[in-house]
């Protein structure tokens, strides 16, 4: 209850300077990794990842449950994101990861379970954050959360925050963590090396200035405004767009320039089940995820 306040506290006063902080509410795609499936029950997920930290996390007790956390597994990847807004380069750090890393009693060191960072604006090419094999520098996993602390202010929250500025990007939309543990089993002599290492298990991730993503057309109206017919998707709009469809491999299937009023994507001629759809018009844009099922299209 107190950070639900708080969280809609943020959400206000930030929204007066246009600037928003929020958890993550969206999942664009997961490949699960190998061993630990702590939290992929779709009971948990994705709802698990779409809250707040654990208040009862801290340096000596880690969230385990699976209500609280999930476990990507050793080498797999998640891409999330936020559904209406986009990710913006302000003063200092941009978003914080969270995961369960906690100080070993007995050692006196991080138990760390490290993923490598990367963002993108259109979900399908991404920037990767500068890390450091040996000290880990760089990665999410090896910082621990303080759960009751301020989630929006990374000098007491915890976990691993990064700065868009870092790798001079202005914004992004989507975050993909990829699990490196694999690497530090391999190597007995690492630093982090710990047997009981099974894999990146994310709790949370939480945007510090976002912005609403918003294209008006010539009567003010919010865009998109599309419809679905079967397996056309049929777009409408004022103004001249640039249309971009990719497969799930990234390659591009579908490349329009100029689109104008009713300009309609015809999917039954595409192979495969699942798109993306990147709609510019000069420096704003907006990103559709495309899903082709049996007998009609299911746009996210």
């Known amino acids: 209850?107190?950070?639900?306040?708080?969280?809609?506290?943020?959400?206000?006063?930030?929204?007066?300077?246009?600037?928003?902080?929020?958890?993550?509410?969206?999942?664009l795609y997961f490949k699960?990794?190998?061993?630990?499936?702590?939290?992929?029950?779709?009971?948990?997920?994705?709802?698990?990842?779409?809250?707040?930290?654990?208040?009862?996390?801290?340096?000596?007790?880690?969230?385990?449950?699976p209500k609280d956390v999930c476990s990507i597994g050793l080498g797999g990847e998640i891409v999330v994101g936020f559904k209406n807004y986009f990710l913006l380069d302000g003063d200092g750090p941009d978003f914080t990861i969270f995961e369960n890393a906690f100080i070993n009693p007995i050692t006196k060191k991080v138990f760390a379970e490290p993923a490598v960072v990367s963002v993108s604006e259109d979900g399908v090419n991404f920037v990767e954050f500068p890390w450091d094999y040996n000290t880990l520098e760089g990665c999410a996993g090896t910082k621990p959360t303080n759960g009751k602390a301020n989630p929006f202010d990374p000098?007491?929250?915890?976990?691993?925050?990064?700065?868009?500025?870092?790798?001079?990007?202005?914004?992004?939309?989507?975050?993909?963590?990829?699990?490196?543990?694999?690497?530090?089993?391999?190597n007995p002599n690492h630093p982090f090396y710990d047997a009981l290492i099974s894999g990146f298990d994310l709790d949370c991730v939480v945007?510090?200035?976002l912005k609403p993503i918003e294209i008006s057309n010539t009567n003010e109206s919010k865009f998109p405004l599309y419809f679905v017919d079967n397996f056309s998707l049929r777009l409408n709009f004022d103004k001249s767009l640039s249309c971009e469809v990719y497969d799930i491999l990234g390659r591009i299937v579908e490349k329009s320039i100029n689109c104008t009023k009713n300009f309609q994507l015809d999917f039954s001629t595409f192979e495969g089940n699942v798109f993306f759809v990147n709609l510019r018009s000069g420096n704003d844009n907006i990103f559709l995820k495309i899903l082709k099922m049996q007998d009609a299209l299911l746009v996210q």
């Not at 630990?36 to 009862?56: C, M, R």
């Not at 868009?164 to 939309?173: D, K, M, P, Q, Y």
């Open 1 to 27: 209850m107190v950070f639900v306040i708080i969280l809609l506290v943020f959400s206000f006063f930030s929204s007066l300077a246009q600037v928003y902080m929020l958890p993550i509410d969206t999942v």
């Open 32 to 65: 699960p990794g190998k061993g630990q499936n702590l939290g992929q029950d779709p009971a948990y997920f994705p709802k698990n990842i779409f809250t707040l930290p654990n208040t009862n996390a801290s340096e000596s007790i880690p969230s385990s449950s």
């Open 155 to 186: 000098t007491v929250s915890g976990g691993n925050s990064f700065d868009l500025a870092t790798i001079g990007l202005n914004r992004v939309r989507w975050i993909k963590i990829k699990d490196i543990c694999d690497t530090i089993l391999q």
């Open 207 to 209: 945007g510090l200035n």
